[in-house]
């Protein structure tokens, strides 16, 4: 079983990779596709969108994350 600091070592250097800045590049486009809001036609839609954000959002914040949790892990140390 991995430890908690290999885990996030290997997140890292996954975020290092050119496919994953990439990918990051994309989803900011999807993001802000995602934020027009005339486009939406009902509640559904708003639901739907709000969702996708969500998901863009958590993803496009995982590097800075993983760097937050491994320092205040250091600190700790």
Do not use: P
């Not at 590049?25 to 969108?49: C, H, M, N, P, R």
Request: glycine share 6%.
């Amino acid at each position: 079983m991995k430890t908690d600091e290999q885990f996030f070592k290997d997140r890292l250097d996954m975020c290092e990779s050119g496919g994953w800045k990439d990918l990051m590049e994309e989803l900011e486009t999807f993001a802000l596709d995602a934020q027009d809001v005339e486009s939406l036609k009902g509640i559904e839609d708003l639901w739907y969108a709000k969702g996708k954000l969500a998901t863009l959002n958590l993803m496009l914040g995982l590097e800075e994350a993983t760097k937050y949790i491994m320092e205040q892990s250091s600190a700790q140390h």
